[in-house]
């Protein structure tokens, strides 16, 4: 898990930014692949980090964990729609690409694979493409309705909605659907895939999936 408690100095001292270009151009010399990883909701991004994890030594940070720690601090109840109004006031602040921008800060440097899971603007995808520049390899991951309903339901994530009705509005969301451009905008970050994996078959599947996906890349 991420450590939070510098996160508002990164916010408010432009030499910070500075620092974190700095040392992601060091992290770009040394790791072999940064994965990314977007997609619909529930449709399996945990899944599918655990595939990579399986068959790759890496390291893995997630986007939303930063917005936890946030709410966290401010001693805040979460759910979903609460991380994505903070997601949104971050990014509306500081720039689409805070959240890759402070993500990149707790990447370790022994890791020949990095996993960045989370993506959900067009502006992280611009920031860690920029940075990273070809090792920098982004996928999609969906799975239709139903089977990404039924698996929201059976994981008790305390964050995920209620029912159906209240997943229906959550998706909207999550998928840009009016929402401004600092908002979500899964949809848009799934057309700048470099590859988009159909997970709705069993874990054995998504697990040769992925190691297909990756190793045709390295």
């Given at each position: 898990?991420?450590?939070?408690?510098?996160?508002?100095?990164?916010?408010?001292k432009?030499?910070?930014?500075?620092?974190l270009?700095?040392?992601?151009?060091?992290?770009?010399k040394?790791?072999k692949?940064?994965?990314g990883?977007?997609g619909?909701?529930?449709?399996?991004?945990?899944?599918?980090?655990?595939?990579?994890?399986?068959?790759f030594?890496?390291?893995?940070?997630?986007?939303?964990?930063?917005?936890r720690?946030?709410?966290?601090?401010?001693?805040?109840t979460?759910?979903?729609?609460?991380?994505?109004e903070?997601g949104?006031?971050?990014?509306?602040?500081?720039?689409?690409?805070?959240?890759?921008?402070?993500?990149v800060?707790?990447?370790?440097?022994?890791?020949d694979l990095?996993?960045?899971?989370?993506?959900?603007?067009?502006?992280?995808?611009?920031?860690l493409?920029?940075?990273?520049?070809g090792?920098?390899?982004?996928?999609?991951?969906?799975?239709?309705?139903?089977?990404?309903?039924?698996?929201?339901?059976?994981?008790?994530?305390?964050?995920?909605?209620?029912?159906l009705?209240e997943?229906?509005?959550?998706?909207k969301?999550?998928?840009?659907?009016?929402?401004?451009?600092?908002g979500?905008?899964?949809?848009?970050?799934?057309?700048?895939?470099?590859?988009?994996?159909?997970?709705?078959g069993?874990?054995e599947?998504?697990?040769?999936?992925?190691?297909?996906?990756?190793?045709a890349?390295?």
């Amino acid at each position: 898990m991420l450590p939070h408690k510098n996160i508002n100095r990164c916010f408010i001292k432009n030499g910070r930014e500075k620092h974190l270009l700095a040392l992601i151009t060091k992290y770009s010399k040394m790791v072999k692949l940064v994965v990314g990883l977007t997609g619909t909701l529930g449709s399996g991004k945990e899944m599918a980090k655990l595939a990579i994890k399986k068959n790759f030594s890496c390291y893995y940070v997630t986007l939303s964990t930063i917005i936890r720690g946030e709410l966290e601090k401010k001693k805040q109840t979460f759910n979903r729609t609460k991380l994505q109004e903070l997601g949104d006031q971050m990014r509306k602040q500081y720039g689409p690409h805070i959240l890759a921008m402070l993500a990149v800060e707790y990447l370790p440097r022994n890791k020949d694979l990095i996993i960045i899971d989370g993506i959900r603007n067009p502006g992280e995808v611009e920031y860690l493409r920029k940075k990273f520049g070809g090792q920098f390899f982004l996928i999609a991951i969906d799975a239709p309705q139903e089977v990404r309903w039924e698996r929201i339901q059976k994981r008790g994530d305390k964050a995920d909605p209620k029912n159906l009705e209240e997943f229906a509005e959550v998706e909207k969301r999550d998928l840009g659907e009016g929402e401004p451009d600092y908002g979500q905008q899964v949809k848009a970050c799934m057309k700048l895939a470099d590859v988009t994996i159909m997970n709705d078959g069993s874990v054995e599947d998504l697990e040769k999936k992925m190691k297909d996906a990756i190793q045709a890349r390295v």
